[in-house]
């Protein structure tokens, strides 16, 4: 099983803000593809931190969007030309990809019928 992450900042590389509704839609974009994909995801806001070349650090808001998969090989370069298309739209010095192998199970459980 893999555990997948894709995670970009807030900020333009030149340290302007990017626009909400360009947050929103880099967001709904990697959130269609995961669900193709993968069968789904989640869409984390939080704030993070980096340093840049020139030893600057930033805070910054930032998304971490995430799904498991039980085999990614196929996806690798889609992952990727996602990450950098992502990435040149928001104006990033990079977006991160994480891929994780873990020991674990994948089950997605459906409740008990309700009684109506």
Partial sequence: MYYIELAFGHSRINGEAVPDSHIV??????????????GGGQRYKTFGSYQTADDQLVLE?????RTYALEVKQYWDQLHALAREIGHFLEQ???AVIVIQVDGSLAFVEPEKLLV
């Fill in 25 to 38: 839609q880099a967001e709904q974009q990697v959130l269609t593809f995961f669900a193709q994909w993968f």
């Fill in 61 to 65: 808001s930032c998304t971490i969007l």
């Fill in 93 to 95: 010095a990079c977006v």
